[in-house]
């Protein structure tokens, strides 16, 4: 049992899938920070001193205080979240892709061997130059 499990892990690519799960989990963690860190920082100041986070369409006013029979809880579209979220998307798929171009090289393509035509080419091929003799 042992034995089919460590066969298993070796022969199939789970071992390398798993290890690409966990170290893509750190690096959305790492990319996240940069975003939010280091970088919407000086975007939000250049842009007059604006928290992307922040950013919101209240649809409705919230009302009361938590947990009280009355109230009502705000409701928003937060696209300034959704910003940070698409900026750290472009930020990931930039650092896969520079990663993936450094690490992984294509095999030259194989030379094309010219085959003998076929049967029916070859026959193709006589009749073509007989209509061309007449």
Do not use: W
């Not at 001193?49 to 006013?61: C, G, I, P, R, T």
């Not at 910003?83 to 194989?110: D, W």
């Amino acid at each position: 049992m042992v034995g089919e499990f460590r066969s298993f892990l070796t022969k199939s690519n789970a071992l390398a899938l798993a290890i690409g799960v966990i170290i893509g989990g750190a690096l959305g963690s790492v990319v996240n920070s940069l975003v939010n860190d280091i970088i919407m920082p000086p975007i939000g100041m250049l842009l007059g001193k604006v928290d992307f986070s922040a950013l919101k369409v209240v649809l409705q006013e919230g009302v009361g205080v938590k947990g009280d029979a009355n109230f009502v809880a705000e409701v928003a579209i937060r696209y300034g979240a959704f910003l940070n979220l698409v900026i750290a998307f472009i930020v990931v798929a930039l650092v896969v892709f520079f990663i993936g171009k450094a690490l992984i090289k294509e095999e030259p393509a194989a030379p094309e061997v010219a085959s003998e035509p076929s049967d029916e080419v070859k026959l193709l091929a006589e009749i073509r130059d007989e209509l061309r003799k007449r």
